[in-house]
């Protein structure tokens, strides 16, 4: 069997299975509520398996590049990212931190780590410490499990990581960056088209989503492309924070459109409650976090020679 193939298939299928020994037995046979998911869980892992044969469609039409490539190296940085998201996501995922919204939302910072763990190891570790650290740190927090918004997190890093697909990175740079505008546009616009949306929590339950919340992703999208041509001249940066901020787009929409099946939402209130509120701010981080790790992470590598 081709090596690529069953590494990328063995990641895959360790998540599903990670994500299931939580759910069922923990959740499910022991009845710790830390596990659970509340109602259709099912339907929720019915998304869990569409963002995981998503993100092998992407291997399979790409299959021949170097990036997709797992060994022993790959599966230690998957361990490290993953541990390190759930830590910093459990630090930073509380009730201090959250945002008003359709659903449970927060400022989180730690979303950096799978951008960053993508872009530099590639986007089979992005997606795994995504994903998998995304899972664990809900668990810790004690909220429950969304196990379809764990594997939205895994498609950031996924995303994140697809610039080692291409031989010159540059060249990508436009494009993704005008696709993530659009999406950005459009999710702002609909906000204005669709502003008695209620936010969903207890302390502000009869009190529509904010302009603030709704515009964080065009604050988020003008600090990447500040970071992008600022830093034009250091093309890790520039395309570690431009993939990044895809990547956030991409997986957040992922999550808040299963929403509309998995919590009855209408299209309407996922992007405004839910899209808006969690994709700006991430954009926010990653457009100042990212560059610091990857700065760090090639001091690192000056330092021992590589």
Known sequence: MNKKLFGVGLALGVILVIFLLLNYVLGSIFHIGRFQTGENAILRFVFVVVGLLIAFVVYLTT????????????????????????????????????????????????IAIPMFFGYAFGPVVGFFSGAVGNMFGDALTGFGLSPQWSIANGLIGLIAGLPLLF?????????????GGVLAILGVALYFFNRDVINGLYFAATEPVSVFAALTIVIGFVLVLIVRFVFGKNIDIATAVT??????????????????????????AAIVGEFLPAAGPNLIFAAILVPLLVVAYAAVQRQSGR
């Open 63 to 110: 299959r021949q590049n170097k990036a997709w490539e797992v060994g022993t190296r790959e599966v230690v940085w998957m361990a490290i990212g993953a541990a390190l998201y759930a830590v910093f996501s459990w630090l930073f995922n509380g009730t201090v931190f959250v945002v008003p919204s359709l659903s449970q939302v927060s400022l989180r910072p730690a």
């Open 167 to 179: 031989k010159d990175k540059r060249k990508s740079l436009d494009i993704v960056l005008i696709v």
């Open 243 to 268: 993939w990044a901020m895809l990547g956030n787009i991409l997986g957040i929409g992922f999550a808040a459109i299963s929403d509309i099946w998995i919590n009855g939402y209408s299209p309407a």
